[in-house]
């Protein structure tokens, strides 16, 4: 997994290793480094800082006598690299959960209303949203939580059934309407009747908007106003290479996203698409998708990812 990324970050090491710490004899292979990164998805302007940081680092450093000069140029490379993928607050969508309905029961108690955690989910088409709902839904399902499917994407052709599908597999209530109906209204109604029907959370699918479609991204904006979220979710496609950048920064920009899921982690990836969409959206990577089974939804771990790519 991540191997390009791997071997391309570990020929730079390797070379820089060799060289002496000086601004001169830097510049032309941290250019080599900066051209890796985006060769392996990581985005240009994200590139860019990763090299200026690190040069700012290397410069002038006085290494040890003793010191393994490649270990410390790994050091530098991987703190940057973490820097980047860890978030200021860290986000656990079980532990939000869980706090969630402990607070519920109590406002119960007290003749208080209901309160569903909402969860709305946003990305480009072919990404991956549907199926890593119904993931997410399964996981909630084993945590003990009961989950509400809405099938908000009355725009594309079959994203009803899909989701419908997944539904009745899951055995979990699924709020739709007709095609052509107002999604906002949709999201509506399935946050009342988890209201009504004591449900834990909610999981609105969207359809897969572009930047440049503004009238689905004013749609967007409008199921967010309506639903009033408590996290916006982001998912990423692995493969999307640089057009990632891209899209990410249009949603963060016109709706906010609060945390990301980076899906097709499982197919022959690069690996810098999870450094580009966490630099874009300083938001962290909650899961990655490593399959098409309900149980192929991983958390991920920064750590972890780090040690992939520089061991």
Known sequence: MFDRLKVSLNIVVEKLSQQVISEKKLDKILKELE????????????ADEIVKELKKELVGKK???????????????????????????????????????????????????????VILFL?????????????????????????????????????????????????????????????????????????????????????????????????????????KPDIKIFI???LAGNDLANQAREFHEKVGIDANILTKVDADVKGGAAITVCYITKAPILYIGVGQKYEDLLPFNAEWFVKQILP
């Open 123 to 227: 990305g480009p088409n072919g990404s991956g949203k549907t199926v890593t709902i119904a993931k997410l839904a399964w996981l909630f399902q084993k945590r003990g939580f009961s989950p509400v499917l809405v099938a908000s994407d009355t725009f594309r052709a079959g994203a009803i059934e899909q989701l419908e599908k997944h539904a009745k597999k899951l055995g979990v209530t699924l709020i739709r309407r007709n095609y052509g109906a107002d999604p906002a209204s949709v999201a509506y109604d399935a946050i009342a009747h988890a209201r009504a029907k004591r449900k834990d959370v909610v999981l609105i699918d969207t359809a897969g908007r572009l930047g440049t479609d503004i009238n689905l991204m004013e749609e967007m904006k409008k199921i967010a106003r309506v639903s």
């Open 63 to 117: 290494v040890r006598r003793f010191t393994d000069i490649k270990a410390f140029i790994k050091s530098v490379l991987r703190k940057k690299i973490l820097e980047i993928l860890t978030p200021k607050e860290s986000v656990d969508l079980v532990t939000l959960i869980s706090k969630r309905r402990e607070e519920n029961i109590k406002h119960m108690k007290a003749g208080e209303e209901w309160r569903p955690f």
């Open 35 to 46: 051209l890796s990164l985006i060769a392996n998805d990581v985005a240009v302007g994200v």
């Open 236 to 238: 990423a496609d692995a």
